[in-house]
């Protein structure tokens, strides 16, 4: 029984795990609107081992809300994005079994900021975006 259920959890992990690399994997973009509070809001999910979307578009000056997912079962992943040239950084640990995390912050500063999940090496296998911020 107990090598029926470590099978099991074998092939689960193979599964969850699976070749779905991010590398050459297509540009996947929104464009945050703004709600009737005044926030952006955009949801990121993370699977094994990409973003979606993988470029996120926000204007600077208004607040941003992340809702990152981790769509993974048995994979951690987290979040990791300096957002706005000042130096400021968001790091969420998304953990496994499907985590979530909620990152807010206002960008102040234009420009191209990589986001990336840098658990176990994941953004040398493609898991990596772009959040831009425009004026």
Avoid: W
């Avoid at 470590?6 to 540009?27: E, H, Q, T, Y």
């Avoid at 600077?60 to 950084?89: Q, S, W, Y």
């Amino acid at each position: 029984m107990r090598r029926q259920i470590l099978a099991a959890m074998v092939v689960l992990l193979a599964l969850d795990g699976g070749c779905a690399s991010g590398l050459n994997r297509p540009v996947s973009e929104v464009t945050a609107k703004t709600d009737r509070d005044g926030v952006q809001r955009v949801r990121v999910v993370a699977h094994s081992f990409y973003f979606e979307p993988n470029r996120i578009v926000v204007k600077a000056g208004t607040p941003v809300e992340l809702t990152i997912k981790n769509a993974a079962l048995f994979v951690p992943h987290n979040f990791t994005c300096p957002h706005d040239g000042e130096g400021n950084v968001i790091e969420k640990n998304l953990g496994m079994l499907r985590g979530q995390q909620v990152a807010r912050f206002t960008p102040v500063k234009a420009g191209e900021y990589p986001f990336y999940c840098d658990v176990d090496k994941h953004a040398n296998k493609g898991m990596k975006g772009t959040l831009v911020v425009v004026k």
